[in-house]
């Protein structure tokens, strides 16, 4: 498997409701990023977040990371149905610039 | 700010053809990166340019794909001899600084070139 795999695949929920998205990678890192991809179009950062902090906010986004457990999560609360798209999360391959590895993401989708 | 400029938006050839995508950085970014979509999957990178130079090409097929990044002028991917496999959006991204030294690597994408091979 690759770094940066994301969990689950697809997730559809109604608006108002949360949505938690989950990525697990392998090697150690020294920071994480979450991008949003709407259909058709590029990607757009949402947060990043270092190595060393537990949890970071940014409006209705939280994201959390365990470097024990080579693992984050975004938690997007109160979904809107502007919140369809996929979520991928992305780590630097190897050095610190951006060359960046992204796992296949998760397509969220929020009913109206 | 016009941010990521690329184009063209869609791009079709046919096998055997040659396909030439453009990248504008945003005004002030001099590091271009080129990341290429398969349907259905994440992003891979493929090559990390800045004005005149290849920094990274290490995602770069050996044959028919090239990039540059002139002095003057948007970076260009450009794609020899099309096969159907080559069918992907591709994505451009730039940053302001060497993110090497920032230890930041947010980047900034464009709307992405949609090539479809018949």
């Known amino acids: 498997s690759q770094q940066g795999e994301e969990d689950p695949q697809a997730l559809s929920i109604q608006e108002g409701e949360n949505a938690t998205m989950n990525c697990s990678y392998k090697t150690s890192i020294n920071n994480l990023q979450w991008y949003r991809q709407n259909s058709g179009r590029g990607l757009v950062h949402l947060i990043l977040i270092r190595s060393n902090e537990r949890e970071k906010h940014s409006g209705r986004l939280r994201v959390t990371l365990d470097t024990s457990k080579k693992s984050s999560s975004l938690l997007i609360t109160a979904s809107r149905a502007a919140d369809t798209a996929s979520y991928f999360c992305?780590?630097?391959?190897?050095?610190?610039?951006?060359?960046?590895?992204f796992g296949q993401g998760t397509i969220l989708t929020v009913h109206p | 700010n016009a941010g990521v400029m690329q184009n063209p938006r869609h791009l079709v050839r046919r096998r055997g053809q040659e396909a030439r995508l453009r990248c504008s950085p945003m005004k002030g970014h001099s590091h271009v990166y080129w990341y290429r979509q398969l349907p259905e999957e994440g992003l891979k990178f493929m090559v990390y340019?800045?004005?005149?130079?290849?920094?990274?090409e290490s995602g770069m097929p050996k044959e028919r794909f090239s990039a540059e990044f002139p002095k003057e002028g948007p970076s260009i991917l450009r794609i020899q001899q099309v096969v159907r496999g080559d069918s992907a959006a591709y994505f451009c991204a730039s940053s302001p600084w060497d993110t090497r030294t920032s230890g930041a690597n947010v980047l900034t994408f464009g709307a992405g070139s949609r090539l479809t091979v018949l």
């Open positions: 992305a780590t630097p391959a190897g050095t610190s610039y951006g060359k960046l590895t």
């Open positions: 340019l800045q004005k005149e130079n290849i920094i990274d």
